[in-house]
């Protein structure tokens, strides 16, 4: 891979001022997902260095909570300008490791820089209260303070931003943090905290410790030293980390899996329309966990939609799913649903030609019972469902247990409201798919997680709410 900085490629796991490798000496490949090429190996850590991070993180707790917000501000922004700076070498190692095109690689550096940008400037306003006092003589005040040590785990399919997302409001609020990046991707996560090293960060304060996933996991939620943890991930392991954190009682966001339905009502604007279900369903392969999952179309506009979806989809030049395993997953849900009845337009099999490529996909005559309509796809996968009635579109969107996000187009401005208020999910775009900005709150309702990230609602996630009472 060029690099026009090589020392960006970072392959030991970085504890304090130290890049280490496992005890064990043991390391895992990484593999380029665009044709199986090992890019780099990194230290498979377990349990005994993820504690000794955790030491560290709480050692470098006192002095960075004891900055003024500024202070840590001023470094956070360094870090920010570094990673602009570097952005192309940050989206090459995105890239070689995670396979989504240079340009939404880039794309997601950018994105995931704001965040540091943003939360230098939030912290700054991380305001306490005074309380006006029922009691006579007695003061009632607020305070807040950072929760302390946080751990940090992430997912593959935005290896910048989902750690920028978290990392930059735990630091801008002072606290430390250990982070265990996903196997397949710890390479972006090295690269940025080489980066915030340059930038000044003190050593101690961001901490990343690859491998073993159980094990890692199982200290960091069992380590009475972090306070919390933030999860990015499927449903299935966030449930089970917040488990772990019972015993503990770690304060605990999570962001989670969800099957976001695209509504397409008769009277919607249907360049738009089309345009936003590209956008949202084929964003990253369509691996991201508020990729448009379900598309319910109405039916006096149901066969134009389809037929100018299917001609945007041929134009279409998607990078390579994470690993095989995601290819065969996808694969399965098609094959279901066309055993059940739905019929692929384009698409609808793997690319015979190497690499984990799955043809994008536009599936008609899909029922809400079949899989695809009920399980994340994470993939180029369009399924297609008809249907009547406003009523039965939102009955159709809100039967499921995830409520993450939902897209509707309309141009009925009663009806933008029923929808806004009677979808069950943290996000609702309405003529609009793309919806991810770092001022915005991020995360879902039901089983898609709890808590939200980024905006000013971001940085509460990273504070304890101090009550004192004060006679005198
Ligand atoms: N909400 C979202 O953004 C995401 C949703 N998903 C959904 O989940 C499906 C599976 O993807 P997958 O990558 O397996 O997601 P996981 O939830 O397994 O992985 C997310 C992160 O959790 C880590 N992890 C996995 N198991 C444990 C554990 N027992 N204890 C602690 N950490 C753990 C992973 O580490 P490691 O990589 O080392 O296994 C990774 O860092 C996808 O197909 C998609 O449907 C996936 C990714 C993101
Ligand atoms: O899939 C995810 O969890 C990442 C969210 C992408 C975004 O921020 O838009």
């Given at each position: 891979?060029?690099?026009?900085?090589p020392s960006?490629?970072r392959?030991?796991?970085?504890?304090?001022?130290?890049?280490?490798?496992?005890?064990?000496?043991?390391?895992?490949?990484?593999?380029?997902?665009?044709?199986?090429?090992?890019?780099?190996?990194?230290?498979?850590?377990?349990?005994?260095?993820?504690?000794?991070?955790?030491?560290r993180?709480?050692?470098?707790l006192?002095?960075?909570?004891?900055?003024?917000?500024?202070?840590?501000?001023?470094?956070?922004?360094?870090?920010?300008?570094?990673?602009?700076?570097?952005?192309?070498?940050?989206?090459?190692?995105?890239?070689?490791?995670?396979?989504?095109?240079?340009?939404e690689?880039?794309?997601?550096?950018?994105?995931?820089?704001?965040f540091?940008?943003?939360?230098?400037?939030?912290?700054?306003?991380?305001?306490?209260?005074?309380?006006?006092?029922?009691?006579?003589?007695r003061?009632i005040?607020v305070?807040?303070?950072?929760?302390?040590?946080?751990?940090?785990?992430?997912?593959?399919?935005?290896?910048?931003?989902?750690?920028?997302?978290?990392?930059?409001?735990?630091?801008?609020?002072?606290?430390?943090?250990?982070?265990?990046?996903?196997e397949?991707?710890?390479?972006s996560?090295?690269?940025?905290?080489?980066?915030?090293?340059?930038?000044?960060?003190?050593a101690?304060?961001?901490?990343?410790?690859?491998?073993?996933?159980?094990?890692?996991?199982?200290?960091?939620?069992?380590?009475?030293?972090?306070?919390?943890?933030?999860?990015?991930?499927?449903?299935?392991?966030?449930?089970?980390?917040?488990?772990?954190?019972?015993?503990?009682?770690?304060?605990v966001?999570?962001?989670?899996?969800?099957?976001?339905?695209?509504?397409?009502f008769?009277?919607?604007?249907?360049?738009?329309?089309?345009?936003?279900?590209?956008?949202?369903?084929?964003?990253?392969?369509?691996?991201?966990?508020?990729?448009?999952?379900?598309?319910?179309?109405?039916?006096?506009?149901?066969?134009?939609?389809?037929?100018?979806?299917?001609?945007?989809?041929?134009?279409?030049?998607?990078?390579?799913?994470?690993?095989?395993?995601?290819?065969?997953?996808?694969?399965?849900?098609?094959?279901?649903?066309?055993?059940?009845?739905?019929?692929?337009?384009?698409?609808?099999?793997?690319?015979a030609?190497?690499?984990?490529?799955?043809?994008?996909?536009?599936l008609?005559?899909?029922?809400?019972?079949?899989?695809?309509?009920?399980?994340?796809?994470?993939?180029?996968?369009?399924?297609?469902?008809?249907?009547h009635?406003?009523?039965?579109?939102?009955?159709?969107?809100?039967?499921t247990?995830?409520?993450?996000?939902?897209?509707?187009?309309?141009?009925?401005?009663?009806?933008?409201?029923?929808?806004?208020?009677?979808?069950?999910?943290?996000?609702?775009?309405?003529?609009?798919?793309?919806?991810?900005?770092?001022?915005?709150?991020?995360?879902?309702?039901?089983?898609?997680?709890l808590?939200?990230?980024?905006?000013?609602?971001?940085?509460?996630?990273?504070?304890?709410?101090?009550?004192?009472?004060?006679?005198?």
């Amino acid at each position: 891979m060029h690099l026009d900085d090589p020392s960006l490629l970072r392959s030991l796991c970085r504890i304090g001022e130290e890049w280490v490798g496992a005890d064990s000496q043991e390391v895992f490949d990484v593999v380029d997902p665009a044709d199986g090429r090992v890019i780099a190996t990194v230290p498979r850590a377990g349990k005994a260095e993820t504690r000794r991070a955790i030491e560290r993180a709480s050692s470098a707790l006192p002095a960075w909570r004891g900055l003024t917000a500024r202070e840590r501000g001023v470094l956070l922004r360094r870090w920010h300008d570094l990673i602009l700076q570097h952005r192309d070498d940050l989206a090459r190692i995105m890239t070689a490791e995670q396979g989504k095109p240079q340009a939404e690689a880039r794309g997601e550096v950018s994105y995931g820089a704001g965040f540091i940008d943003w939360f230098a400037e939030e912290g700054k306003r991380i305001y306490g209260d005074i309380i006006p006092s029922p009691f006579p003589g007695r003061r009632i005040m607020v305070l807040k303070e950072p929760v302390g040590v946080v751990a940090a785990i992430t997912p593959w399919n935005f290896p910048n931003a989902m750690i920028t997302r978290k990392c930059g409001p735990a630091l801008a609020a002072g606290c430390t943090v250990v982070l265990k990046p996903a196997e397949d991707t710890p390479l972006s996560a090295l690269a940025l905290v080489e980066l915030a090293d340059r930038a000044g960060i003190p050593a101690g304060v961001l901490n990343v410790v690859t491998g073993h996933p159980v094990e890692i996991g199982a200290e960091l939620t069992s380590n009475p030293l972090v306070r919390k943890l933030s999860f990015t991930g499927s449903t299935a392991v966030g449930k089970a980390l917040l488990r772990q954190c019972a015993d503990t009682m770690k304060k605990v966001s999570l962001e989670l899996g969800g099957n976001a339905p695209f509504i397409v009502f008769d009277d919607a604007d249907l360049d738009a329309a089309v345009a936003g279900a590209i956008a949202s369903k084929f964003r990253n392969s369509g691996q991201t966990c508020i990729c448009a999952n379900r598309l319910l179309v109405q039916d006096g506009i149901h066969d134009a939609f389809v037929d100018r979806l299917v001609e945007a989809v041929g134009t279409l030049d998607l990078g390579p799913l994470i690993h095989g395993r995601a290819v065969e997953g996808v694969e399965r849900l098609v094959n279901d649903a066309v055993a059940l009845g739905a019929r692929a337009l384009c698409g609808g099999t793997r690319r015979a030609a190497g690499g984990n490529y799955f043809d994008p996909t536009v599936l008609v005559g899909v029922t809400p019972s079949m899989a695809c309509a009920n399980q994340e796809i994470f993939g180029p996968v369009a399924p297609l469902i008809r249907f009547h009635t406003e009523d039965e579109a939102i009955r159709l969107a809100n039967d499921t247990p995830y409520g993450l996000a939902a897209y509707a187009y309309t141009r009925d401005a009663g009806r933008e409201w029923r929808l806004a208020e009677g979808l069950e999910f943290g996000i609702i775009g309405l003529n609009e798919s793309m919806v991810s900005t770092e001022v915005a709150p991020f995360g879902g309702m039901k089983e898609s997680g709890l808590g939200r990230e980024g905006s000013k609602y971001g940085i509460d996630e990273y504070l304890e709410i101090k009550y004192v009472c004060r006679t005198g």
